[in-house]
């Protein structure tokens, strides 16, 4: 019984590592394409365009009439609506966010 034990909880952590790692790599090949105009939604559901880039931050446009801008984080991308010169939301890219651990 253990060694069956043994081999199911390695299984486990093997398939969760694998999930992850793909999880990662989809994330990075989210945030490299990433360009200015790009229509996205942030994890809060706010939904911009994205004005400008710079290292790991991000300025988007979320009220043409006003310019109203708001910094954020890359990593507060969930998902690209639509590509800068593409026309309509035909494909959506979104990418999974494993939870957070909380700490107290």
Do not use: C, W
């Not at 990075?28 to 360009?35: D, I, K, P, T, V």
């Amino acid at each position: 019984m253990l060694p069956f034990l043994l081999l199911f909880m390695g299984f486990m952590l093997f398939t969760s590592f694998m999930t992850s790692r793909k999880d990662k790599k989809k994330r990075a090949e989210l945030f490299s394409q990433l360009g200015s105009g790009d229509k996205v939604q942030t994890y809060s559901g706010i939904i911009g365009s994205i004005a400008e880039i710079s290292g790991d931050e991000v300025v988007l446009r979320t009220d043409e009439g006003s310019n109203t801008r708001i910094r954020m984080t890359k990593a507060a991308i969930s998902s690209v609506l639509r590509k800068h010169g593409s026309t309509g939301a035909s494909s959506t890219t979104e990418i999974k966010q494993s939870p957070a651990k909380a700490s107290v």
